[in-house]
């Protein structure tokens, strides 16, 4: 509780062409970013920042290699103890409008001693 921790979030292109002007959103429950700029290996990425205690995040202008993956990584914070659930809305991208399915990862946060 009160300390902070890395989200990332890998993101998959099985199609032979490069998906451009990729995105996503991720609505934080129970926590919220650090605050920066978004890091990771997915180019357009660093065009992307957060301020601190910032809740709602959106992602845009991503580059995704063709059949290959890239990296996004943003800082979290949370006051709430538990295991707290994170959904990303499916990567839509100017090729692909509608997004896949995202996937559930969660958040353990422990009580400070």
């Not at 979030?9 to 650090?34: E, K, Q, R, Y």
């Not at 659930?85 to 996937?103: D, E, L």
């Amino acid at each position: 509780a009160g300390g902070a921790t890395s989200v990332g979030i890998t993101i998959p292109n099985l199609n032979g062409v490069a998906l451009t002007g990729a995105g996503f959103t991720d609505t934080l429950v129970n926590m919220s970013a650090t605050g920066g700029a978004l890091g990771g290996t997915c180019a357009g990425a660093a065009g992307n920042t957060f301020t601190a205690g910032q809740t709602a995040l959106t992602v845009t202008g991503l580059t995704i290699p063709a059949n290959g993956s890239c990296a996004v990584t943003f800082g979290v914070t949370s006051n709430v103890p538990g295991t707290l659930p994170n959904t990303t809305s499916g990567v839509s991208s100017t090729q692909a409008p509608t997004g896949a399915v995202s996937n559930t990862a969660n958040l353990t946060v422990t009580p400070q001693l």
